[in-house]
């Protein structure tokens, strides 16, 4: 029995060992859904609330924030203009823990019913965002994030590497 024991503890020590609890796992897998919620109700100032006082954050169109108070205002505007019914839907969301207070979130998206600078409407659209989130005063935040559209046109030099994330392909035209 003794045994027994010794050993159910050296595996709660082992589960534990990179400093993550249930409840940390669990909060940052939240954060896409996080960002997601707060884009559903097209309010910058809940998005920005996921962030970090010193987030950096680069756009799917190459524009870097530095700072909570830029990416809120960003944001703020975005979703009350071009992107106020937009629906952001997040497809696959994975974490890793690269120690106790720190993690690498990749999540892939689909956004749909946002438009161009002209107005138009533009079709859905896919892509990655990567976050990296630090545990500061026992809240996950995100400290700096990329977001990435996908491309449709697959690559030569992808041939037989599978990537991680799967969109759907657009229909080929002849």
Known sequence: MRQFVSGLLLLLL?????????????AVRKLSQAFC?????HDGHELANIMADDVDFVTVGADWFHGRADFEKYHVRLLSGRFKASII??????ARFLGPDSAVVHWSWRIEADKN???STRQPRYGVM????????????????QNTQFAPDLPPELEGIK???VFPQPDKKP
Not at 14 to 26: C, F, L, P, R, V
Not at 37 to 41: L, N, S
Not at 130 to 145: E, I, Q
């Open 14 to 26: 082992a589960a534990t060992a990179n400093g993550q609890s249930k409840t940390d796992e669990e």
């Open 117 to 119: 600078y002209d107005g």
């Open 130 to 145: 990567v976050m990296v989130a630090a545990k500061r005063n026992s809240s996950w935040l995100v400290v700096a994030a």
């Open 89 to 94: 839907t997040p497809l696959q969301t994975e």
């Open 163 to 165: 990537t991680h994330a």
């Open 37 to 41: 919620d707060a884009w559903a109700k």
